[in-house]
């Protein structure tokens, strides 16, 4: 299996991809407002890449549930130097968590390589025509609504089966807006319009979700559910569960943990790896 990203090339399958987090916000659920200036986001990044992460996915507006939309150019304001700046120091590969087609091509031109869309629900073509035009990677996350309406109606019949049927319709529509399908990863959106069950539901049928040959993301660090199910009410608090859920995850088929925590997720997953990888 073959990811291209702009000027990066991945393949499959070798170790699970680190992608370290970076919030350039004020508002974000685990850590709004710590890296909120330039100079901050940018040292945290390179600290992140010191610990091992593998791809820099830096966002400037929100995506916690009832978070409230960022305009287009105070969006702008927050990621383009902490995109510039990172990439100044840096050969990896770095990831623009954005909505905003206008936002995403910028960010390009600053130095990023990838799109991480948890708009992919969108109907309208200009950011899968972007990503056609600039080769970018482009990860195609599930999301009900949007996050000022995914967690008011959050009913499935079948949750895995509808993540697969949007993954199927957005393979096809990406497709005719001719984005390759090596420059696509599918996230199943933890937590993105899903209750405690729906989460539990699609950690369990990872598996599932390989039979389109694509790289599989995963986000669940941090998130509100683990809380839900332990108790840690902290977002600090649930490295525990956001590690059991990023091993189980690499066992099931996925090739990039989306974390907070670089160093202990990339312990944790090599360990997965080496224990899957044993001879009998």
Known sequence: ????????????????????????????FSDGGQFREPGAAVDHALKLL???????????????PGAAPVP?????????????????????????????????????????????????NREESEMWRLVAKRGAGYVVMHMQGTPQTMQRNRHYDDVTLAVQ???????????????SSEQIMLDVGIGFGKGLEHNLQLLRALPSFTRWDRPLV???????????????????ARLPGSLACACWGVASG???????????????????????????
Not at 84 to 94: F, L, N, P, Y
Not at 165 to 179: A, I, Q, T
Not at 271 to 278: K, V
Request: aromatic content about 4%; cysteine-free; charged content about 25%.
């Open 1 to 28: 299996m073959i990811l291209r990203a702009g000027q990066f090339r991945y393949n499959f399958p070798g170790p699970a991809l680190v992608m370290g987090v970076v919030n350039v916000t004020p508002d974000s």
């Open 50 to 64: 010191a610990e091992g992460a593998d791809i820099i996915d830096i966002g400037g507006e929100s995506s916690r």
């Open 72 to 120: 287009e150019k105070e969006e702008l304001g927050r990621v383009l130097p902490v995109i510039q700046g990172v990439a100044r120091q840096t050969d990896k590969a770095i990831s623009v968590d954005t909505v905003k087609p206008a936002v995403a091509e910028q960010a390009l031109e600053a130095g990023a390589s990838i799109i991480n869309d948890v708009r992919a």
């Open 165 to 179: 049927n949007f993954f199927e319709d957005r393979l096809s529509r990406l497709g005719e807006n001719g984005v």
């Open 218 to 236: 995963l986000g669940v660090s941090r998130k509100g559910f683990i809380g839900e199910l332990t108790g840690a009410k902290d977002a600090g």
């Open 254 to 280: 996925v090739q990039i943990i989306r974390t907070h925590d670089v160093a202990d997720t990339r312990q944790a997953i090599r360990m997965t790896e080496a224990i899957l990888m044993s001879k009998r």
